[in-house]
């Protein structure tokens, strides 16, 4: 049974730091692309990095890059998500995501997701 267990999220004050970490389980993580997306109150959700099954090509939404980075470490089979200069606009719940290929990393194409962990930036 495949798992993705988020952990991290909290509240934090605009400009501060978080990192989020998703330990997977059930599945062979080397073999999976990994991201992340989030999703705010009345709004769809919405696409924030990737990164490939090598860990060597990361991808970001506009609205985070510079301030967001995506790492792995295939040893912990985790993913991780460091939050930097956070805004009150990134307050969302993230979600860990799973998907075999790289390509067309879109919400409706993913393979598995994670229960979500809340971020909460105050002004």
């Known amino acids: 049974q495949v798992q993705l267990v988020e952990s991290g999220g909290g509240l934090v004050q605009a400009g501060g730091s978080l990192r989020l970490s998703c330990a997977a389980s059930?599945?062979?993580?080397?073999?999976?692309?990994m991201g992340w997306f989030r999703q705010a109150p009345g709004k769809e959700r919405e696409f924030v990095a990737s990164i490939t099954r090598s860990g060597g090509s990361t991808f970001y939404a506009d609205s985070v890059k510079g301030r967001f980075t995506i790492s792995r470490d295939s040893a912990k089979n985790t993913v991780y998500l460091q939050m930097n200069s956070l805004k009150p606009e990134d307050t969302a719940v993230y979600y860990c995501?799973?998907?075999?290929?790289?390509?067309?990393?879109?919400?409706?194409?993913?393979?598995?997701w994670g229960q979500g962990t809340q971020v909460t930036v105050s002004s």
């Open positions: 995501a799973a998907k075999a290929s790289i390509m067309r990393f879109f919400a409706s194409a993913i393979d598995y």
């Open positions: 059930g599945l062979t993580f080397s073999s999976y692309a």
